[in-house]
């Protein structure tokens, strides 16, 4: 029975390049009755068609590139499968996280978007279809060079990112037509959003956009937001924790690292990676664009990635977001399984439906390792961590105060394994395998397999389904 999902016990995915009508299935199938609380979609709104590149179908990246807020037509869906989706997954007890481009527009050139707006660089006639709103010259800039000198924050935040038309956020008119996007967003039920390259834009823009939106229906409050910050030197991830939560890559890094590494014995402490407190933070393994262009530990290397995987999700720092897209092979451009061009719509090629059994898409949230992961998380909720037990760099075992108990060997042989804990006296199921193991005593005796976990919760004690394995042998 998964538990009633709190603050501290949420468990995100990011269904990279899903269409609508998948991600509404996936909700309601699966991520709602397994405990995860969010799903991260890709931008909904409409954005250039970029000619394939080569070797490979429509870039994904070109959904980085608004032409206008009109979410009638992107390779997704249309703006009735949007609507539809974000309130299947509302009643499934998920929110819909939105990707909101709020930086820039489109890079070089001119062209038509995917739902028929014509666009060039620095002119978008007509932003929500109605003929009420336009971006022209004057909508941008202040700079209109690319950046050059990452270290000076002026540049930054003022200058085009790799080329990207930059909105003059600093104009109020600029940031209504913003707030009017992302509140038709709310209105429909989106529960929060990822603020891509928020860096870029000055911190106290982002404060009068997201910190004045409209309260979400369904869920009230205001929508929750976390920041794409890539914190260095000359923009700290700090600065922009006052406005929502912010995106942790000292994390992302120093824990893929370390298990790819099978070094992972000391993670068990609960440093402020970037400065971060884990309230602060929002944490993953890889994102779409680290799977690509700075692969640590990803999809590619199997066990080892739904390994540290399963341990973010038992590990009581920030929040979590787990990475599911598709296999883009050795072609970082490749857009994502399609089905062709249908009926010459203007978005290019439609994505097909998700089937997580062809190889095609990655579905790493279903993986066995992973997908009772979000349970544990819900039934752990904010119960601290106590370390239990390690053998030498390449195996930890924690509690989770009395609700949890999780071991994770990173090694190539298994480990046996006995060690105390506060979990009570029972037999559990794996949530991060199969089997089952029993408590007794406050002590728990169990064999993780190599590269594997074991982790039990209060919720996941098994009852009238505890035969057929033997406790202690999970596998
Ligand atoms: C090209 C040239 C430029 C030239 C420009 C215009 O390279 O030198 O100025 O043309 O002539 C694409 C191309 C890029 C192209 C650009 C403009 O890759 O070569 O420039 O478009 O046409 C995604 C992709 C980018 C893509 C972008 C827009 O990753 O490759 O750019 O979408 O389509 C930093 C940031 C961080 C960012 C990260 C990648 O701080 O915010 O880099 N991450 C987010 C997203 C990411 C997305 C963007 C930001 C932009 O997660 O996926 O970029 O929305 O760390």
């Given at each position: 029975a998964a538990a009633p999902v709190t603050p501290d016990g949420e468990t995100l995915v990011q269904l990279f390049?899903w269409?609508?009508?998948?991600v509404?299935a996936e909700c309601e199938n699966f991520l709602g009755p397994n405990g995860f609380s969010g799903v991260q979609v ?47 997954c509302r009643?499934s007890g998920v929110r819909i996280y ?93 529960g929060g ?31 929750r937001?976390f ?55 929002t944490v993953f393994i ?19 990635y739904h390994l540290a995987t399963a341990f973010m999700l038992a590990h009581p720092y920030g929040t979590p977001v787990v990475t599911s ?31 997580c ?5 990655v579905c790493s949230h279903r993986h066995p390792t992973v997908a009772g992961m979000a349970g544990f998380r819900a039934s752990t909720g904010s119960a ?16 989770r105060?009395?609700r949890g108990f999780a071991?994770f ?19 559990y199921d794996n949530a991060a395998g199969g ?18 976990a074991v982790a039990l919760h209060v919720d996941g ?15």
């Open positions: 390049q269409n609508w009508d998948s509404a890709s931008p909904p709104q409409e954005h250039v068609v970029i000619p394939f590149a080569e070797g490979g179908n429509h870039p994904w990246w070109q959904d980085y590139q608004p032409v206008s807020y009109r979410l009638d037509n992107t390779r997704r869906g249309t703006a009735d499968e949007f609507a539809a989706m974000v309130a299947t009643d939105v990707d909101a481009v709020v930086n820039h527009t489109t890079g070089d050139g001119s062209g038509v978007g995917s739902a028929g707006t014509a666009w060039s660089k620095y002119e978008h006639p007509d932003l929500f279809g109605d003929s009420t709103a336009s971006y022209d010259r004057d909508d941008f800039g202040p700079c209109y060079e690319e950046i050059a000198n990452w270290n000076d924050k002026e540049e930054v935040q003022n200058c085009q990112l790799v080329g990207l038309a930059d909105l003059n956020t600093a104009d109020p008119q600029v940031r209504d037509h913003l707030k009017r996007y992302l509140n038709g967003l709310v209105d429909l039920g989106v959003f990822r603020v891509d390259a928020a860096k870029h834009v000055p911190e106290a823009h982002i404060a009068d956009i997201f910190g004045n939106l409209n309260t979400v229906p369904g869920f009230g409050g205001t929508p937001v920041h794409e910050v890539y914190g260095d030197a000359t923009v700290p991830y700090t600065a922009y924790a006052p406005y929502g939560e912010v995106t942790n890559f000292d994390y992302q890094r120093d824990v893929a690292g370390k298990f790819k590494d099978g070094n992972i014995a000391g993670l068990a402490q609960l440093p402020d990676y970037g400065g971060l407190t884990s309230d602060q933070a890889d994102n779409h664009d680290t799977q690509r262009y700075h692969p640590t530990l990803t999809y590619k290397d199997g066990d080892r897209g598709y296999d883009f092979g050795d072609n970082v451009t490749e857009g994502p399984p399609s089905v062709g061009n249908v009926g010459g719509n203007p978005a290019g090629w439609i994505t097909e439906d998700t089937d059994s062809t190889g095609a898409w601290g961590l106590t370390q239990r037990a390690t053998d030498g760099s390449g195996r930890l075992a924690f509690d105060g009395a071991a060997n990173a090694t190539g042989s298994a480990w046996q394994l006995t060690a105390a804990t506060s979990l009570p006296d029972g037999t089997g089952t193991a029993t408590v007794s005593g406050g002590s728990v005796t169990v064999q993780v397999p190599a590269n594997g004690e098994c009852e009238d389904d505890c035969g057929g394995t033997d406790p202690g042998t999970p596998g």
